[in-house]
């Protein structure tokens, strides 16, 4: 004998759907459009989030508990002119019969993986499905570029700009040619965070960046491949934390930006650089005409020196300069103005 | 600890030690008569209030007739009896908030539940009826549980879920049981509409 669902009370049949995971509960709404209503009507997902990786092979949405991340789900959208033989069929988005199956992911976790054609953005169509139902924040964005098209991955950027900008965290990584690096630099619009972990493949010195024009307003910004950055693309970022790796800045430039951050009068965005290189840097250059105050006994083990120096506006900027522990040699120094 | 070795519905009296426990009796629809600890009642929000409003004493449950539980039958509230007793003195869960919920089904209640759906229901019913939030929660997540892995397919036969056309045929049936003249209204306007009239009137 089956359980008739729909003839129990109705705060039963919402503890029922509570007490659901999420790939049951996408499949079981798939079921008719009553079961989609009563869902939505009684269910309002809490204490949860959604993390999304998109890649040349797959996009996954990983479901997890905020204060318990070992709890969590995943469900995949892949590309494929074939898929498997076992497979059941849903309504997904506008598709009728998207084939899908339940698969188990290599860490154990529940997954169910939908297999569309290649004619789709079927990231953007699975989490339109998914949003619709579980409206539920988004975390984290993981865009891999490694071998995807450039027609699809700026694809990505332009859906991430008009759907997700408020995510928390948006992180491009893997490799790109450096006319693609800058179209991402300039057309990526997030409010949150941005790690840039995009290598550029073709870059050499004797490119010209200075005409880069890009406006981050994000509060906290990582860029790992900084070979191009300029004195003036430090002025235009405007995020509140800004980190950025394997500048090629001399001492000098370093040091002309900090004097005119140090006498800014009005109020600066940024409270925190990070600034990282393969050379040795020297800090009697970078600290020149500062004043700064030589604070050896109250630095930390794990950095080589501590300054301090007062801004304009009465505020203490702390400076540190450490040497990384990475393969290739690495020393940079930490500005960070306040307490 | 199996069902069958669960701690006793129908209280003996001998087996409760040293200090006398207080006990209640009640009665199923079906005219089935069980003993249950007042630790136990407590499980239940509703059979607590119901029996702390009659303010039995013991001479009370033994004189008085057994305190009917009508809309439940025995078999159920065999079921919902051992659960409270096997639970009582547990303090009744409170909920974190977050959904879904994280429900864990121990074994002992794994092994009650291990019975046919329309016994489940029932139970689903009465925990809900007596309001006893931890069988509910169990028995919900048993129901639940039955979805994993279930295709859509599947998963009408398991629930009984209409699919979009049955519930729109269902609507049209129920439509025409209340007012049957409005079937045959829509049929006439039909039939003028294929005939070219394009007015009703």
């Avoid at chain 1, 539920?136 to 700009?161: E, Q």
């Avoid at chain 2, 007596?130 to 929660?137: E, F, T």
Wanted: hydrophobic share 40%.
């Amino acid at each position: 004998m089956a359980i008739p669902l729909f003839r129990l009370p109705i705060l039963v049949i919402q503890l029922i759907l509570e007490s659901m995971g999420f790939i049951d509960i996408f499949v079981l709404t798939s079921v008719s459009s009553k079961t989609k209503r009563i869902f939505k009507n009684l269910v309002k997902v809490k204490n949860h989030e959604m993390h999304i990786v998109m890649g040349k092979k797959e996009n996954f949405f990983t479901f997890q508990r905020r204060l318990n991340p070992d709890f969590f789900e995943q469900f995949y959208s892949e590309s494929r002119k074939r898929h498997p033989k076992e497979v059941f069929f849903m309504k997904i988005d506008t598709i009728d019969q998207v084939p899908s199956e339940f698969s188990p992911a290599e860490d154990g976790a529940a997954a169910l993986t939908t297999y569309w054609s290649k004619n789709c953005n079927h990231g953007a169509m699975l989490y339109n499905a998914l949003i619709e139902l579980f409206e539920l924040p988004v975390k984290r964005i993981k865009m891999d570029l490694t071998d995807v098209a450039v027609k699809t991955h700026r694809g990505w950027i332009n859906w991430f700009n008009e759907t997700l900008s408020d995510a928390f965290i948006l992180e491009i990584m893997g490799e790109c040619n450096f006319s693609d690096f800058v179209w991402m630099l300039e057309n990526v619009k997030t409010e949150n965070t941005l790690v840039f972990q995009i290598e550029a493949t073709d870059y050499s010195d004797t490119f010209e960046s200075s005409n880069i024009n890009f406006t981050f307003k994000a509060k906290t910004v990582a860029i790992v491949d900084g070979r191009w950055i300029k004195m003036d693309h430090l002025k235009s970022i405007e995020a509140r934390s800004v980190s950025l790796f394997k500048i090629t800045l001399t001492d000098f430039q370093i040091n002309l930006f900090l004097r005119d951050w140090k006498d800014l009068k009005e109020a600066f965005n940024m409270k925190q650089l990070i600034i990282f290189f393969e050379r040795e840097a020297d800090p009697g250059i970078v600290l020149a005409g500062m004043n700064a105050t030589n604070e050896e006994m109250m630095k930390p083990d794990h950095v080589r020196n501590q300054w301090s120096f007062k801004m304009a506006n009465g505020e203490k900027c702390t400076v540190t300069y450490a040497k990384l522990n990475v393969d290739v040699p690495t020393f940079g120094f930490e500005f960070k103005v306040g307490n | 600890m199996s069902v069958e070795n669960a701690p006793v519905v129908d209280v003996d009296e001998a087996a409760i030690p040293v200090e006398k426990k207080m006990y209640y009796r009640f009665e199923s629809n079906d005219k089935k008569e069980f003993r249950v600890s007042e630790l136990a009642i407590q499980q239940s929000e509703t059979l607590n209030r119901l029996v702390e409003a009659m303010g039995y004493t013991s001479e009370d449950v033994e004189n008085k007739p057994a305190i009917a539980i009508e809309n439940i039958d025995g078999k159920t509230l065999k079921l919902v009896f051992q659960w409270c007793e096997h639970h009582k003195g547990e303090a009744i869960p409170v909920d974190d908030g977050s959904v879904p919920k994280i429900v864990e089904i121990p074994e002992f209640d794994a092994k009650l539940m291990d019975i046919d759906n329309g016994l489940l229901f029932k139970l689903i019913w009465a925990a809900d009826y007596l309001n006893i939030v931890q069988l509910l929660n169990v028995s919900c997540k048993k129901v639940a549980n039955m979805a994993q892995g279930k295709t859509p397919a599947q998963l009408r036969r398991v629930y009984l879920l209409p699919s979009d056309e049955e519930d729109e045929a269902a609507k049209r049936a129920a439509q025409e049981a209340q007012d049957p003249r409005a079937r045959e209204v829509e049929e006439e306007f039909e039939e003028r509409k294929r005939q070219g009239g394009n007015s009703f009137f």
